[in-house]
């Protein structure tokens, strides 16, 4: 009859209300954040698809992100950040050099906001930091700071770390605990790849643009000892690709 779909009516609106009301709570925590998943059995495009640079034709296996998907999330992940931290003044950390296709990009987004959005801002400075923590694609486990701005000029500043990678985390909880003796006002880390490794810290970073397959990948600014930066895609590198450019021991 009328009356229980009346019932219903009244409180589906109201679940609704409470539904919307919880994912605004749940969204503030990292777990629960949407993330953009690529799964351990995909396997890519294949290279035949996409223009490669000849001479890294041999040395990888597919590309795993294509450059315009990189674009296309960069640009949410932009939206996302301007959105969360408007009308405060912003400094974007470069992690160098794996950071810097990534950093500018993620840049270029949030400056576009800027010049779109006539009521919101997000005043920016640049910041650079170089460290170093790996050879062939082992992990050293320690980092060095060697480069980049004065870290005193983080003080009271809102900082975001843009980095390239978090692979096991380590890099990461690093860098933040030398950022901390910095005593920045806040900082958040947005980082373009996420790798799923079985012996991750479990660091999340505020803003992942792809959680990805425990695989080495290159491009777009990420290396294997210094080679593939300048590849656009992001690509899982072959074993004859790791062979080529290997430091020898
Ligand atoms: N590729 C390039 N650099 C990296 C990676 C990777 O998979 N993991 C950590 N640093
Ligand atoms: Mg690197």
Redesign the pocket.
Known sequence: GEQPLQILQLSGRRWLAIAQCVSRILEQYDEFKLHFEISDDYTGYALSNFCIPRHYEGDLENVLIPWGLIQDRTERLARDIFHEIKDEPLTALCVLK?GYRFYTDLLDKLTTLNRFHASVSVPLHVDFIRLKS?EN?D?TGKIRVIGGDNLNNLRNRNVLVVE??I?TGRTMERLLAILKEHEPKSVKVASLLV?RRPDSTGYRPDYCGFEVPD????GYA???NEYFRDLNHICVINDSGKEKYKIPL
Do not use: A, P, T
């Not at 695989?215 to 290159?218: D, G, K, L, N, Y």
């Open positions: 794996g790996y694609d992990s390239d990678i692979d790798k695989r080495f990948v290159v990420l290396d294997y």
